[in-house]
């Protein structure tokens, strides 16, 4: 941590700094430079209480050194963490895979066609949503525990794995009972009581990136999950909010790069929510490939002009064949062979 | 709700587009227009599914012309709506009140010094954290139910209210046994579930604006608690994450009256996390209040040195005299006079 | 252009609205709504100064119903504009393309082995500024006419075309003389005069996006310079600014297939200054191509620890060459078959 | 400048960090963590080239200490400057100040009938635009030199000052000789070479912030003029560019505590751009003086349903009064007196 004095700080308040510093166990060393005193303190910052050394008197700026998590970064495991699902089935490391399905489960036949139009193509990774986190109060909820079910048996049939969100800390058992991965939904991202549960009942889980959070933030979160001992977590980029307004979020690929160096946990991209329009995902889906992300999770519906929420944004069947079809190369050009199993 | 149709929409497009309208109780009526086919829905466009439109064929954009929520709405409720706490306390309206306290509970005698420090100055609604949402799974997370036993306590001996956090859903019936005002903190404005409860309890709650929450985000997060029948809701504003790296979160006292333009709900201020340094908390505190907001709440410590959270942004005693009396004034330049109760 | 009234709007504010329609031409067409009146406005709304109808009394909002741009929209054109360069070197299409050269001309040597290192790859379009727009007064500026002369000789010897940066509008004589493509920078996308000028010149322009302009304004920018008669204007999306900390600009390759939908002017991307480290560029670059763009311009320095600006984003020969056989492979699987001239 | 090394360095990669340190004649001093090693190095680091040890290996982060502005730094001159119009008027220290006038010169009556009722509220300084920034070519551009010379007569007539815009490096003479403030628009915020010019021509300027700059870049900016001589430099804030859509900018008054402590140039607020609406300016200008800022900007219109550029956001003489009325008691409340001059 490096503590920078104001231009006018006077001997007290250095040796207030130090003496704090020491009280932390971090040593302080004087740095003494032509426009303002400069004070390293050497050891594990982590354990500083935020702001105690901002508040000092005489203190312009604090430049931590360390990054706040720890047990997700890099620096505490080199190689990629690689979630295994059973089966066979692998997220991270050297490979991409895709999840797919509808955006949410609204009946048994519609919940199937699209599971079979996306098992076809090799798909082995079923989403759906059962409790649907609406901005608005007056809009459908989701099916709940009668959609979880559904899932279940749609997916245990054509062996297939269910990933599914988890909304209301209340509901964890119910949900661990059905779903084989669970999702931590965007606006859940610093619910940090649902995040220490999920950290404890051992299920992979999937963390949506929060609209606005920042990427320590979102580390942040999968550390609450990985510091209860669970560490079967992924990481999901899904769009961040910004000026654009042509696009519902901006999909920032260019993270994946960047979080591959800061962590070992592996990485998704959700292009269907931040497109916002089909048209749009195949395009966007190619390029989370390219960009090296460890697979993509997109919304595929039969009759999305019948859908209950995210019509827009669905893929056709045919769409998505196109779409595998090209995925598959572009994994090639990466050297991360694109997961199909037929 | 109008539908612009593309260019090149077929009649047969058009067609469909009127259908799905007579479909939702919408009369649809042509507008030819000299480049595109333009077709206006008459009718509630909020029963809607959302999308629907979107998704077909031909259509380049739908704008909706209503806005989604409906209770909040000041089309809804002409008259300001103020919320009661009792004692002749109230919160909305042609007035302007302020809430202040610590950011967290530490100790007993920390939370009566900082207590007695703003009741002196005529402040009646103290606020304090026992449950904190910490970024870091490392830091200090609030005493909990024993923090709230200690403001409850200190606000009664002091005849004063209490506004504190709640988090976790499963401790909804602890907050309100000890809370006068449930705080929503940003993290939490679209955890659903928990604005259900809370609109079930009965209780005043002040919701904070997410990071990076629309207006219209943040008025639909208000439905949830109002459509479950309690109105007795307060918004505050604390700052949204844009690319601004010198405070914290902006501020954007713009909003202020654009949400009296909205909606009949009292807005309140949060300028101290904002700003993340008590130097220039007062500053935005006033702004806070010329601008034309219900009040400010703010942080004050007596030992801001020793906080154990957010020292650099909390007041001192001494700051937090000169801040009332200069708020006085303000208020009284525009017309809101500053509500102080000794 | 749809005009909203406000729930309370008399019968007056109505017919005043469609007074001022029938002023600029527009057939005012009354939609009386449950809980609001709706006026739409037919005909041509581009002519209508703007806010004209947002000032009256009684109206609540205001909706464009066409985009501002006429001359750069797919609306006015179809197929895809395609830049001649001459010797049989085109950008926009069915293909893909890459500008590759240092960030900045130092001298000679420098210049001249970046750009033998990026020709036996196959690239024709060097990049090289002579004039910088720097953040500081006190930061190397550029070589100027030097710098100019230096690049076109280069380029002369290995035949290659030119594209460099024009920020001062009294150079434009000079620079016309040096460049095969004018690049006007971010920072002056809305320095109208300047496109303008442009305009008149004749030469193929890139512009690039200014970091916080919307789609409509960069159309807008590049409808400055076709509606002075120049219709060789080149798109360059090189990264928006949002709170993202970690990467220098968020790179949106989002807009890429909304631009082809809106535009049929080709659509470069710049990773370079985006991810502002070269062991990031890459990866992006490749998505870049994935997301369907019509090429890629990245800046490729042999010596870049010595580099006199962006040294640390400047991807090594090496780098560069992995990049291109990787390029080759993307751009075939989006069926945009890869540039490349021996 | 500290410079941190990647956990696995190497003491071959330290080692040529401190050589290009000594290289800048900076001192360089290992501080060995228990996680990793830092370099600090001690020195004017402002002569360093930008990136030059970020592109070394072996480094992972480089956190610069100085700000890179110096001559608009509040710790090369401590006190707040103030510039002087001449005739008793002057921007800047302890009072503040109001600018105002038509968004843009239509015509002489419209010019004369605005000017007359800000000069019958004690305004001094009037504002017009005779070259309008149009964000579309085919929008109304301004009167030119016709403008200027109206406005100037007016002035004259009513002894007031003229702030105006200029936009085109080519045509600064002819705007000095009608101006007594330069305006630079937030889109030339960075067009260096016209802030050059300004720079040597000596007038008062003021810079407006770019809708997506950094304090710094702002800062930069200003520096950019004051390094050519040029001290009378005021910065305006306009409002920045977020994903807030309900108001054009976001006007982020928490800049003016931080910017009054970074710098010693004045600071003025413009609400009127930012909101965009007349019911919202007031609030928001009572707001920016309540912040402490040295004044306001602010635009009226005698009859804003006819004006051809921004008639929305206009002021009314009435609303107008009203204002200033109101600013006087905000004014005093901040112990920064309204400069009235009747």
Not at 16 to 25: G, I, L, N, Q
Request: proline fraction near 4%.
């Amino acid at each position: 941590m490096i503590v920078v004095m104001k231009r006018d700080a006077t001997r007290e308040n250095v040796e207030r700094v130090k003496e704090e510093a020491r009280h932390f166990d971090l040593e302080p060393i004087e740095m003494p430079g032509d426009e303002r005193m400069i004070v390293a303190l050497k050891g594990d910052e982590r354990k500083v209480v935020t702001g105690r050394f901002k508040s000092l008197a005489g203190v312009s700026d604090v430049l931590p050194v360390l990054k706040k998590y720890k047990m997700s970064s890099r620096d505490t495991k080199w190689e990629d963490s690689v979630v295994d699902l059973g089966d066979g089935l692998r997220i991270g490391g050297k490979q991409q895979v895709v999840m797919a399905g509808p955006c949410t489960i609204e009946t048994e036949p519609q919940l199937r066609a699209a599971a079979n139009a996306v098992r076809k193509e090799g798909v082995r990774i079923l989403r759906g949503g059962a409790y649907k986190p609406r901005t608005s109060p007056y809009a459908f909820q989701g099916l709940g525990l009668e959609g979880l079910k559904m899932i279940r048996a749609v997916a245990d049939e054509l062996q297939m794995k269910v990933i599914t969100e988890l909304m209301d800390i209340r509901k964890i058992d119910e949900l661990c009972r059905y779903a084989d991965i669970i999702q931590i939904g965007a606006r859940n991202m610093q619910n940090y009581d649902l995040l220490s549960e999920v950290g404890k009942c051992g299920k992979p889980v999937m963390v949506k990136r929060g609209l606005s959070a920042t990427l320590e933030e979102f580390l942040l979160a999968a550390e609450y999950i990985v510091s209860e001992g669970n560490t079967n977590v992924i990481l999901c980029e899904r769009g961040i909010r910004t000026f654009e307004s042509e696009v519902r979020f901006t999909l920032n690929l260019g993270v994946v790069p960047i979080l591959k160096n800061l962590t070992h946990l592996p990485i998704i991209i959700d292009p269907s929510h931040a497109m916002g329009r089909r048209e749009y995902v195949t395009d966007m889906a190619l390029a989370a490939l390219a960009v090296g992300s460890h697979g993509i999770i997109v919304e595929v519906h039969c009759n999305p002009e019948e859908a209950l929420c995210d019509g827009p944004q669905s893929l056709t069947p045919e769409m998505f064949t196109n779409l595998m079809n090209r995925a598959e190369k572009i994994s090639a050009a990466v050297d991360m062979p694109l997961v199909r199993k037929y």
